[in-house]
């Protein structure tokens, strides 16, 4: 006699409003189980969807999508859509939209008139009307987790969105070599010389684990420091760095004050790679780094017309209000960083006096423009140098539309601290920045270097270690 082996009973995921509103394609995102819609999230999605922001814009998004699977089929609403084809097979659930009111009974402490907890009783009451399947409510909303926690419903976050687990696993963009790494790669290294630089080609086990523009480090009396330019197979040709430390080096009058911060000039000033990210703690110099960089290769070497500059408008306490202006006027208080910076690159220049300073102080000026993201569809770029600063808080799909502005000759900087993100809804696993970080990692053409020592001062390092 044979037992039949007994098949997990399909889910019922009830999703939140704010999971539309953050991913609309999130419809698509639960594989074999179903989508259940209540009518109060229909209600507040017609709520959102007026406006020119990245919500309104979702809130759009999702009714649209919901249109095209309604329109895709012709079976009953209160039995379920098949997602497979509008979904071109990445979901064979189903959708199921609240067709008819549903009563539950919660707590009396508990406001029926709350949209939160009118979601909730629908849960509960979909829990007593399934009894044989779970019912799980997903929600970006952690107080709305917890109180469906309190009534002994299933809730989770949205998780799909998530490019790593944990922020710890995102890749820093170097490595260090032991001793034993050219023991154990170079029985046949071939080494030579060509413009100041030496290049050794190896082959061995370890090659497998490198990426393309990956910076590498091996410590000791005569440090080494390298990059990965190629990689065929298990041969890797290395590329030793410009010591950027040193003065004779120096970009516009700025040296890096350690080995990360020599790793990421070389980056900067690489014509070949178009795309750098450059992550850190507050004081670590990504932006003091970025400008330097793009000064001298705007006003000394010519090879970017002008430096452009944004960052996502997020207060980080209470918002004051609407600022006058034109767009470089509107966009000028939250540029305090890169007023800051301007101010010690200005002051690097000795020769000249005040007369002088103020001269540079106009010039520099007069090449770097600050725009608003909120302006940027549509527009490309070409041979700019465009810098993106706070960019953890930026969403995978607003990161998309940026960097896909960028046109022949232009590179793209994104700076940031995934632990400084004021976006609600959006973590270090699921920021924009963390996404380009692993999607570019290995590209010919793009590197990141995660800076690890901050520069500031020996209060805002030790502030930033104990507090």
């Keep these: 006699m044979t037992t039949r082996k007994k098949v997990p009973a399909r889910k019922l995921f009830v999703l939140d409003t704010n999971v539309l509103l953050h991913d609309p394609t999130s419809l698509f995102r639960f594989q074999e189980h179903d989508v259940f819609i209540p009518i ?26 919901l249109d095209e699977i309604l ?30 009111i549903i009563h539950s009974v919660l707590p009396a ?12 009783g629908i849960v509960r009451a979909l829990k007593e009307l399934h009894p044989e399947r779970p019912v799980v409510l ?35 963009g170097s490595r260090e070599i032991d001793t034993g790494f050219w023991e154990r790669n170079g029985n046949d290294v071939q080494s ?45 040709t290395l590329e030793t760095l410009k010591d950027y430390s040193h003065n004779k080096n120096n970009i516009w009058g700025i040296t890096a004050r350690n080995r990360e911060q ?25 932006t003091l780094l970025t400008l330097a960089a793009g000064l001298a290769q705007t006003l000394e070497d010519k090879r970017y017309s002008e430096i452009i500059m944004t960052r996502v408008t997020i207060p980080v306490g209470e918002d004051i209000g609407f600022l006058p202006g034109t767009e470089e006027e509107k966009m000028a208080p939250w540029m305090g960083a890169l007023e800051d910076n301007l101010d010690v690159l200005g002051h690097s220049e000795d020769d000249g006096g005040d ?16 725009k608003s993201l909120n302006f940027m569809r549509g527009r490309t770029f070409l041979n700019k140098y465009l810098i993106i600063d706070e960019a953890q808080n930026l969403t995978p799909k607003q990161m998309k539309t940026l960097i896909t502005r960028a046109g022949p000759g232009t590179k793209v ?29 290995g590209w010919a053409y793009a590197g990141h270097i995660t800076l690890q020592r901050g520069e500031r001062s020996r209060l805002a390092d030790y502030a930033t270690e104990i507090l």
């Design 355 to 370: 007369w002088g300073r103020a001269a540079t102080r106009d010039l520099i000026r007069s090449r770097i423009k600050v």
């Design 413 to 441: 900087v994104c700076l940031g601290n995934i632990s400084q993100i004021d976006t609600p809804y959006l973590t270090e696993g699921s920021s924009g920045l963390t996404y380009v970080v692993d999607r570019f990692k």
């Design 40 to 65: 109060i999230t229909l209600e507040e999605l017609d709520m959102h969807k007026s406006g020119m922001s990245e919500v309104a814009r979702n809130a759009r998004q999702t009714s649209r999508f």
């Design 71 to 100: 329109r895709s089929s012709d079976s009953p609403i209160e039995l379920g859509i098949p997602l497979q084809s509008s979904s071109k097979g990445a979901a064979s659930g189903h959708l199921l939209l609240q067709t008819q």
């Design 192 to 236: 030579w010389t060509e413009h100041g630089r030496s290049y050794y080609k190896i082959n061995g086990p370890d090659v497998a684990a490198l990426y393309r523009n990956q910076l590498l480090f091996q410590q000791g009396e005569q440090p080494l420091l390298l990059r990965v330019i190629r990689l065929e197979g298990l041969e890797a």
């Design 138 to 172: 997903v929600s970006k909303d952690i107080n709305m987790r917890i109180k469906a926690r309190a009534l002994s419903l299933d809730a989770e976050d949205y998780f799909n969105d998530k490019v790593l687990e944990d922020s710890d696993l995102l890749y820093t």
């Design 109 to 120: 402490s508990m406001p029926t008139g709350k949209a939160d907890n009118q979601i909730l």
């Design 262 to 286: 020599s790793f990421a000039l070389n980056l900067l000033m690489d014509p070949e790679i178009d795309f750098v990210s450059l992550l850190g703690q507050a004081g670590t110099g990504k």
